[in-house]
């Protein structure tokens, strides 16, 4: 006897009800960007008052060595050298500034009536703690340190061709290397901290509107099966 299974697709109402993702509650938002801003206004005074220290270096560096330049004739690659590097760091440190030292300040410079302001003020907040726990971090990373390593080897050889010392070569890529590490050990690294505090409060896993999961399902049934999707 030939036995027949009918495959029946059963496809309840249930299974196709899309899931509305719920707005978030502006009472929220706020909590969640007044937060931010604390966290980021936290950081700010420290990181500006060493910001402010490592651009007066390396003014202070570029200024000596381009007038030493000029007084010793015998250190003078040396000296141009040195006034160059200090220049590309002080370059570096005003056009890619630390993000706690304006952050804040152009958060507080954003509007917050309306739910779309809201909206894109806590996006912008939290992207500014993103973005300044990354800057740190690569700051702290060796590949943060790479650039600077090549730099300060190349000025080491500029010195060794022209001045025909190694023993400056090796000294000025040395001395060079420390600052770098000095400088990376000594940035303020609260904001990675702060980041991490927000996420924790707001961003861990149940924290959020989670995607609904989908599923497929077979069920034997008298007549056969039932398969179906379920989400």
Known sequence: MNTFFIISLLLSSSAFEQEIEPEENPDQLI??????????EAERSPTRRWFTILRSVYAGAAAMNAILARIDE???VAHNTHAVKASLGLIRALFDPYVPTYASEQLRAMPQTTQEEKEAKLTKAEELLEKGSRQAVHRLSWKGRILPAIVHVLGGLVIWHYQESWERGLI????GQ??????????PSGVIKAWKTYQNKFLREGALPQEP???FFIIPTPLGVQAGFQF
Do not use: H
Request: no cysteine; glycine share 4%.
């Open 31 to 40: 909590q969640r960007i007044d937060f931010a801003e604390k966290l980021l």
């Open 74 to 76: 015998e250190g003078k």
């Open 172 to 175: 000025s890529t040395a001395v």
């Open 178 to 187: 420390t600052v770098t590490e000095i400088t990376a050990r000594t940035q």
């Open 213 to 215: 999961e989908v599923s």
